[in-house]
């Protein structure tokens, strides 16, 4: 069963009847199971490692071909299980954008909008499911379902964007894989980058 037909069930509830305590139920099931897709993803590139340490030390043709077709394997089951931690954290950021919006709601705030339509949830859906949607795109095509604009709070959602701070995390990972930047030196401008990200806004 998709994400939103768990949330809104059959009857399609509008978000304005979901409780926060369904939504961060359903939040906290989705975090489990992309944590363990992560730990996966990070256990087989382990085991590809030392597949190919392994076939590179080897000098028979056979043995070689036996490994080379594991590695080849597991190449197939990464792919695969990154398809699956991409859905999670599509699910992921589509419930923290609802339960931001029902908070909100409950405090009097207007930020975005609490009817979502059949229609809506089949769109929404279908862009999970699209690998050729990526996280940004996606948090953008979200955010104009819901009515999260540019006038909208931008310190309610920024922990669940990936936007300046996170930007320039995955720039110093880059980096340090380039041999550009030591990690020590990378952590300490992650940390600075994290912080000016959190610091409210000058008047």
Do not use: C, H
């Not at 394997?73 to 931690?85: D, N, S």
């Not at 908070?103 to 705030?109: Q, R």
């Amino acid at each position: 069963m998709a994400l939103l037909d768990r949330i809104f069930g059959k009857k399609q509830k509008s978000l304005s009847e979901l409780n926060r305590q369904e939504i961060r139920k359903e939040e906290i099931l989705t975090e489990k199971q992309r944590d363990r897709l992560f730990k996966k993803v990070e256990q087989i590139a382990v085991d590809k490692k030392k597949l190919f340490e392994q076939g590179a030390a080897q000098k028979s043709p056979e043995l070689r071909k036996a490994l080379a077709q594991q590695f080849q394997m597991k190449t197939q089951e990464q792919l695969m299980v990154a398809r699956e931690l991409n859905l999670r954290t599509k699910e992921l950021m589509t419930l923290g954008r609802l339960r931001m919006v029902k908070e909100n709601s409950d405090k009097g705030k207007a930020l975005g909008r609490l009817n979502v339509t059949d229609k809506d949830v089949a769109r929404i859906n279908q862009w999970i499911e699209d690998d050729s949607i990526n996280e940004e795109m996606y948090q953008e095509r979200l955010d104009q379902i819901l009515d999260v604009g540019a006038e909208s709070d931008k310190r309610s959602i920024a922990g669940i964007q990936l936007k300046d701070a996170g930007s320039e995390i995955m720039d110093l990972w880059s980096e340090m894989d380039r041999g550009a930047v030591k990690q020590d030196d990378a952590l300490e401008q992650a940390e600075r980058a994290v912080r000016k990200q959190a610091a409210p806004p000058e008047v």
